[in-house]
């Protein structure tokens, strides 16, 4: 017992001392705390004054020195220390004082719609995607094939694996009467989207004409699988079960509800998704000691651009202006931090880059950059090994003949503190990349600012350095092998040509089970040239993963892969850009996992071969009709009463 007391006593005597200990540092950082407060008060009373005294400039020197002891605090703002609070009030009432110079259209932050954020790694790919699908449909529905065909192309460039595309070129085929085609076109769709409504009806459909009624039955019930009171489902599966009477025609020929339906989801993935995890950036129009010119939107607009090179997403030019515009703010002023802070909270961002620069006589330009951490109320800082917690300012000096490469330059240097650890792109990809921005034309005095997309997506095909080729084996398949050798791991698959390549689909839930494959539900092979560039793999369902993120977590790990990136594509997914591959995990189905690898310059040289193709064919036909015309005209001449 007495034992039991003596370590309960020691037991007790810990807890005070830890309880002391914690209440000791609790007093020590609300001190420090409220010194932050009565300092940042003291400059903003000083400025107050200057304002009062009609020294604006002066006041506004002041105005940001206050903000700025809050930027440069070590100290955790939030509402337990006061912090944040204080901060925030400061913020408003500097925007006050500089808000009775103006005319505001609208100053109640509540009364601001939020921007949309641009983010072009995810929702911009899809909305061009998008884009790309519903020209496709209205296209195909005005019976224009040839172009849709072209679109198609195109699309299935942007993304290899969309199962609408497939779908849509298999209807295709089925007006031209190319029925081969059409089946290996209905059934890629299903092999990216195994509950593809309309690809099972049409493959249904195909083998009941055929008079495969096996396989047609086979087709019914995965229809019925997917949606069991279609009409369409249930006329096929009265069709194939021998009811001869049913009225088939309209029914299993009439698409026009699917391209509406198909039309309606389209037009709902434009909108645009959460963005909880990613950073949502502002940028600023950099400002110079005198009134604000030209380069100050310059770089505002090139590094709205460059910075979603890596996973941060920016508030577009156009809508920081509006705001401005809400504000009666004009784009030529020097606004103070507390403003700038003021317009980035109103427009939803999380970080604020501002900036400032000089140029002098002979044509050098040194830049300032920094990255404000909007809600926080502090600069973005960097952790030491040591413990201690530093600020880097950007600052680059450069003739102002090389302004783009100083732009890219600054874009990477923010990119690195924000994020150096999965960073994918180089300094020189990025300056490359702001060489190739264009200066837009500018309305009133403010840019036009429309995202150059071709930039955004050079950078986001420069994820990283390596030579998957070498490195990714799945199942003993590597890129580069030939049918050949495919077909030894793999004997007897059967090999289709189309388009100057040849593919290999194997469902082998439908067919006997070949070992290497045991836990796989269908395997996609592609061929150009005679060498396989594209790979892709679905697995069947018997481990449930949680979530895309695990079973992408699983593959880095088990492939030796740099880091994989979310968004990029309609549906959930991570992806990966390396040289010239491109390798996409998702889930299938959104529950079995799958793999697609693939040589990304291949599509490219598909189209270049078919585009050849046509010309070499619009070029005889051409011919034809000219040799036709000449013999018209001999006869005529040669025509006599």
């Known amino acids: 017992m007495s034992i039991f007391l003596s370590r309960l006593v020691v037991l007790a005597v810990v807890v005070l001392v830890l309880w002391n200990v914690s209440a000791v540092g609790q007093t020590n950082e609300i001190e420090a705390a409220q010194k932050v407060v009565t300092d940042a008060e003291r400059y903003f009373r000083a400025g107050e004054q200057k304002w009062k005294e009609n020294k604006y400039s002066e006041a506004k020197g002041l105005f940001d020195k206050a903000v700025e002891v809050y930027l440069y605090s070590s100290l955790k703002s939030d509402k337990e220390n006061g912090l944040q609070t204080a901060y925030l009030d400061l913020i408003d009432r500097v925007f006050t004082l500089e808000s009775k110079l103006r005319e505001p259209k609208n100053q109640s932050l509540s009364q601001i719609p939020k921007p949309q954020p641009y983010c072009p790694q995810a929702e911009e790919v899809n909305a061009e995607v998008t884009k790309l699908s519903l020209n496709a449909i209205e296209s ?24 609408n595309a497939y779908l ?29 409504l309309e690809a099972h009806l049409m493959l249904g459909r195909i083998y009941y004409h055929r008079g495969d009624t096996i396989q047609a039955r086979n087709y019914a ?28 025609k309209n029914i299993l020929e009439n698409d026009s509800s699917f391209f509406t339906n198909l039309q309606k989801k389209l037009a709902g993935e434009l909108q645009w998704g959460e963005m909880s995890s990613r950073d949502v950036a502002l940028v600023m129009p950099f400002q110079t000691d005198s009134a604000l010119d030209v380069l100050g939107h310059d770089f505002a607009y090139v590094l709205s651009l460059l910075l979603p090179a890596s ?9 920081r202006e509006r705001v401005f515009d809400q504000y009666g703010v004009d784009s030529e002023e020097t606004l103070t931090l507390a403003s700038q802070l003021k317009i980035g909270l109103t427009s939803g961002s999380n970080l604020l880059v501002v900036g400032d620069y000089v140029k002098d006589a002979k044509g050098v330009i040194e830049v300032h950059a920094r990255i404000i951490r909007v809600v926080d109320g502090r600069y973005q800082s960097e952790a030491l090994l040591d413990g201690r917690s ?22 990477y240097q923010i990119l690195y503190q924000l994020d150096k650890a999965n960073l994918k792109v180089s300094q020189g990809q990025l300056i490359d990349s702001a060489t190739k921005i264009a200066l837009p034309k500018r309305l009133g005095g403010v840019a036009n600012r429309n995202p150059d997309f071709s930039v955004i997506n050079s950078l986001r095909k420069t994820g990283c350095e390596e030579n998957l080729a070498d490195k990714v084996e799945l199942r003993g398949l ?87 990136r979310s968004g990029g594509y309609t549906f959930d997914g991570r992806y990966l850009f390396c040289g010239n591959h491109q390798l996409k995990i998702m889930l299938a189905g959104r529950e079995s996992g799958a793999i697609h690898f693939f040589d990304a310059t291949v599509p490219q040289r598909i189209n270049l071969k078919i585009a050849e193709q046509e010309k070499s064919k619009n070029q005889k036909l051409a011919e034809e009709e000219k040799r036709k015309q000449q013999a018209e005209e001999q006869k005529k001449k040669a025509f006599k009463p």
């Open 311 to 319: 996973k941060v997403c920016v508030i577009r030019s156009e809508d």
């Open 168 to 196: 849509i070129l298999g209807k295709i085929h089925v007006q031209r009467k190319d029925i081969d085609q059409a089946i290996s076109s209905f059934k890629t769709a299903l092999f990216w989207d195994n509950r593809l």
């Open 390 to 411: 530093i600020t880097r300012e950007v600052i680059l000096k450069d003739s102002l003949q090389d302004l783009r490469t100083i732009q890219g330059k600054v874009a």
């Open 478 to 564: 590597r890129l580069g092998m030939t049918i050949v050798d495919v077909l030894k791991l793999i004997p007897n698959a059967a090999v289709t040509t189309s388009n100057f390549e040849k593919t290999v689909l194997l469902d082998f839930q439908a067919k006997a089970p070949v070992p290497r494959f045991k836990d796989v539900q269908a395997l996609g092979l592609r061929f150009f040239e005679n060498q396989l560039y594209s790979i892709a793999i679905v697995y069947d369902a018997a481990i449930k993963w949680s979530s895309i993120n695990e079973f992408a977590s699983h593959i880095e790990k088990t492939l030796a892969l740099p880091s994989t």
């Open 140 to 163: 195909y529905k005005a019976g224009d094939y040839e172009k849709t065909l072209t679109i198609l192309r195109q699309l299935l460039a942007n993304e290899p694996m969309n199962a």
């Open 221 to 248: 019930v995965r229809a019925g699988e997917v949606d069991s009171n279609d009409k369409r489902t249930l006329t096929l599966s009265q069709l194939t079960n021998g009811n001869a009477s049913v009225d088939s």
